[in-house]
């Protein structure tokens, strides 16, 4: 008979709603992760706002390029990472930048510099997810971009919209218009509505918010429609201390008074902070997992893996990788086929050799289309 632990004696449960606080508890352990894009051209308030969300100071030692270095510069990526704490949980931030975008005359490459950034780091978590270390898997990709429109002009530019076409299916781009205290409540109003026309008329789709869970209560989905409403975020940074009215607030100081950063009143920035840190975070993670592209070349069988919505981006690109390696086992069997047929009048052992290949090589084939093949329910079943 089944022996009752004795320090389980009393009681009437099963004990699993504890669950919850063990992954907690793990998660807490374990730390996490978030890779932040930013992108945009010098001078648009990025480092501003990264340090204004952040708390820190990561662009301690950056280098100001004078103007011929600029009109010359090619787009760099630069990898700073930051180990921040918060009431016991850790949190390791990189931030990749981009210096160089939009700066030289021809600005063709800044697009590239960045895709082959995202595409990398999709190949290289690829392989190492099809190694034999899969458990200490460092995750690089990128979760999330942060891509700055100017609040100057009257929508969004050839350039803008060049660079958002090409990296809308591979990673969650979010909107922000920089430096928006150039700019007076109506002016942003209608910018917001004119960028979000032009992303219509050009089929982009940028990050989408997940549907609000109908038991959440009634704040939570204010809250969400609030931040849903505020797209593309129009925000101010600042790293400057100020008092008002006895108060230290985080603000610009002009001659006719405070930017107050953190005042809804006066920028979305609080509403960034809370989409980016407090709400979305492990939201813009899990859609980063099942993500990828449509540019890169993707086979029929795939084309359906469209919309860059939950579970998306990595396993999308994922199902392209599997599907070129099967291609290629088919075309050396191919090839092996025709070997074997052309050495008919060979010797037996050599036949026998390439028998044995052409085997190893269906046994390959059938594995990869029999995975294809789950991944692609898979993938119907979240659309
Ligand atoms: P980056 O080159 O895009 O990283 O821009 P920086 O963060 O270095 O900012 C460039 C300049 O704009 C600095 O002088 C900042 O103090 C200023 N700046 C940063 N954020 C804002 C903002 O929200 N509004 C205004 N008016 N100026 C800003």
Redesign the pocket.
């Known amino acids: 008979a089944a022996k009752t632990p004795s320090f389980d004696k009393d009681r009437d449960y099963i004990g699993f709603a504890t669950l919850p606080e063990q992954v907690h508890r793990k998660s807490v352990k374990r730390g996490f992760e978030f890779t932040l894009m930013v992108v ?10 990264i340090n204004s969300l952040f708390l820190g100071d990561l ?1 301690k030692n950056r280098q100001m390029p004078n103007v011929e270095e600029r009109i010359e510069k090619t787009t760099r990526v630069e990898k700073k990472t930051m180990d921040i704490e918060e009431r016991g949980v850790r949190l390791r931030l990189t931030v990749v930048d981009t210096p160089g975008f939009g700066d030289a005359i021809n600005c063709e490459d800044s697009w590239r510099v960045c895709t082959q950034y995202i595409d990398e780091q999709f190949r290289q978590y690829f392989t190492d997810e099809s190694g034999l270390n899969r458990r200490n898997i460092q995750d690089n990709r990128v979760h999330c971009c942060l891509y ?1 429109v100017p609040p100057w002009g009257h929508s969004l530019r050839q350039m803008d919209l060049d660079l958002i076409r090409r990296l809308h299916r591979k990673v969650n781009i979010v909107l922000v218009i ?5 700019l007076n409540k109506t002016e942003v109003r209608k910018l917001k509505e004119r960028i979000l026309q032009d992303l219509e008329d050009n089929h982009i789709q940028l990050y989408q918010f997940p549907e609000c869970d109908s038991d959440e209560d009634d704040d939570f989905k204010q809250q969400d429609r609030e931040l849903k409403a505020s797209i593309p975020f129009a ?4 790293n400057t201390i100020l008092e008002v009215a006895g108060k230290k607030v985080r603000g ?1 100081q002009y001659p006719w008074g405070v930017v107050n950063v953190e005042d809804a009143e006066h920028s979305d920035f609080i509403k960034l902070r809370t989409f980016l840190i407090s709400t979305h975070m492990q939201d813009l993670k899990d859609t980063t997992q099942v993500s990828s592209s449509r540019s890169l070349r993707c086979p029929p069988l795939l084309t359906y893996c469209v919309p860059p919505s939950q579970d998306v981006h990595y396993e999308n690109f994922r199902a392209q990788c599997i599907s070129q390696i099967s291609q290629h086992a088919l075309r050396e069997r191919g090839k092996l086929k025709r070997d074997s047929i052309s050495s008919t009048n060979g010797f037996d052992a050599a036949i026998s050799e390439t028998d044995r290949l052409l085997l190893q090589k269906d046994e390959e084939i059938r594995r990869m289309q029999d995975m294809l093949t789950q991944m692609q329910e898979k993938l119907k079943q979240t659309h």
Request: proline residues 0%.
């Open positions: 945009g051209e010098s001078g648009l308030g990025k480092s501003t706002l662009y700055f920089g430096k928006a205290d150039c925000v101010v940074g600042s610009r």
